[in-house]
Structure formats: structure tokens, C-alpha cells
């Protein structure tokens, strides 16, 4: 699902401020802020991958609180993104478990492969590359997330299969 970059369109409504809504019901009716995280997130799948300023605002303005609060949020957690990504963005586990086991030559392969570097995304914005920390599938290193799904006991063979399998 994704919608138009485009500032100064009311993207909560819809099916968004529906999803939005089901989040703000779990809480008590003093306690919107409580639903920023999600809210951001949702905004953000829908407006393909980050966000905006004008997004945030009107997050702020539809969660009752302060457009310095909802940025706050947004650039504490490194989930967010506020610069266009690729449809698939890859992050890559950097961490102990995973550098120790090969995180940092896939790393440079990935990047020789897709002729991009970190936080940049392919020519065909396919695909951008983003280093994260720990993703908690330590046993599995070196490891990666594409979405929502984990790609573990990575090798350049296993990358290279997944990539080709994207569309």
C-alpha cells in the first residue's frame, strides 16, 4: 500500500485513521500520545518507507500533542526513516554476534552488488541499505531484516538467492 509523497495531503484518513483508530481504542481517551509509535508507523508504510514533516505534523495534530513531542519519538527509534528508502530496505545486523561472524563482508558485498552505499537507495529504488544494531536473532548470525521478515545464517550465496527472489 502506498501513497503519493506528496506534502500537505490529510494522509489519516481512510483505512490509515482506521488503523489508527484500532490503536487509539486500547488506551484511555486522555492517553492518545500513547499511540504515536504506532500512528508513525502506519503513516510511514503507508507513505512508502519515511517520513515527512507534514507527516509527523499531522500525526501531532490528530494524537493531540505537540509536533516536537511526535518528532521526539520519530528520531529516537531507528525504525523511522525520513529520507525515501527502497521498497525493500535491508537492514543489515552490525552488532557483536553478527560482525563476529561475517556482518561486515556482507556489508561491503552487498553494497559492490547493488552499487549503493549504506542509507542510500538503487537507482531502480528497489532496494536501499541500512545498518542496525542488535535484531535479537543473535543464534542466527549474521543476519538481516527485509520488512518483517528475518534472514538468518547468512552467506554471499544466501544474499544473493533472497535478492534475486524480491520483486
Not at 486522555?30 to 515527512?52: F, P, W, Y
Not at 493531540?64 to 529520507?83: G, L, Q, R, W
Not at 535491508?90 to 554476534?97: F, G, R
Request: aromatic share 6%; proline share 2%; charged share 25%.
Amino acid at each position: 500500500m502506498s501513497t503519493a509523497n506528496s506534502e500537505n495531503i490529510n494522509i489519516i484518513q481512510g483505512d490509515v485513521k482506521t488503523r489508527i483508530d484500532r490503536w487509539l481504542a486500547r488506551y484511555p481517551d486522555d492517553q492518545k500520545q500513547s499511540a504515536v509509535i504506532a500512528a508513525l508507523r502506519i503513516v510511514q508504510e503507508v507513505n512508502g518507507g519515511h517520513l515527512t514533516r507534514d507527516l509527523m505534523d499531522q500525526v501531532a495534530a490528530y494524537l493531540d500533542m505537540t509536533p516536537i513531542s511526535v518528532y521526539e519519538v520519530a528520531t529516537f527509534y531507528s525504525n523511522f526513516e525520513h529520507k525515501p528508502v527502497g521498497r525493500h530496505k535491508i537492514c543489515l545486523c552490525t552488532n557483536i554476534s553478527c560482525m563476529l561472524r561475517g556482518s561486515d563482508e556482507l556489508l561491503d558485498y552487498l553494497q559492490k552488488k547493488l552499487g549503493v552505499g549504506v542509507g542510500e537507495v538503487t537507482q531502480d529504488g528497489k532496494f536501499s541499505i541500512k545498518k542496525v544494531e542488535c535484531l535479537g536473532a543473535c543464534g542466527g548470525a549474521p543476519m538481516m531484516q527485509i520488512g518483517k521478515v528475518y534472514y538468518e545464517d547468512l552467506t554471499e550465496t544466501r544474499l544473493d538467492d533472497i535478492l534475486d527472489n524480491l520483486e
